[in-house]
């Protein structure tokens, strides 16, 4: 979890930038990764951020960090 709020600050300051390319790369990871570890929403999360900066669509970009800081904010992580 602590990859993904430090994902958050990298989005954040390379949408300042407008360095998108750097943006689908990080979504193209979360997207990857998310469902590895059983948190399918980081995978869907992941894939909107990485088809936003393809488009280079900020707001979506920044609507979808916002989802994840909530997200990650509201999951308990319980291991077994």
Do not use: C, D, P, W
Not at 11 to 32: A, D, Q, W
Not at 33 to 54: C, L, M, P, W
């Amino acid at each position: 979890m602590e990859n993904r709020k430090n994902n958050i600050k990298e989005i954040e300051s390379y949408l300042k930038k407008n360095n998108y390319k750097e943006i689908e790369i990080i979504g193209h990871s979360m997207k990857g990764s998310g469902g590895g570890y059983g948190f399918e929403e980081i995978t869907k999360i992941g894939e909107k951020i990485e088809k936003a900066a393809k488009n280079e669509n900020k707001e979506k970009i920044a609507s979808q960090i916002e989802y994840l800081n909530t997200y990650l904010k509201e999951i308990e992580v319980v291991y077994k």
